[in-house]
């Protein structure tokens, strides 16, 4: 089984909410995951929450980020970098 990190689709038409969810490969898109770890809100200054500390343990176990995910980590990481 090979788990991804990858959004999910959720909110209204044209108003797209994505939560960050660790899902197995082969499960559709929005289908059956599990764990969500995060949120994506592009809405909102592309806001971007997850819980760090299970993002690292996932990650331990192998999962591995999509390249979506995996631009939004970095951002995030940019800018707290930034900011200290």
């Given at each position: 089984m090979s788990v991804r990190i990858r959004?999910?689709?959720h909110g209204r038409r044209k108003q797209p909410?994505?939560?960050?969810?660790v899902a197995d490969s082969r499960c559709p898109r929005?289908?059956?995951?599990?764990?969500v770890i995060g949120s994506y809100n592009?809405?909102?200054n592309d806001e971007v929450?997850?819980?760090s500390a299970k993002l690292d343990a996932w990650v331990?176990?192998?999962a591995q980020p999509s390249?979506?995910?995996s631009r939004l980590i970095?951002?995030?990481?940019?800018?707290?970098?930034q900011d200290t």
């Open positions: 959004l999910a689709r909410v994505y939560r960050i969810v929005n289908g059956r995951f599990l764990e592009p809405q909102r929450r997850f819980d331990e176990k192998g390249e979506t995910v970095r951002k995030i990481a940019r800018s707290q970098s």
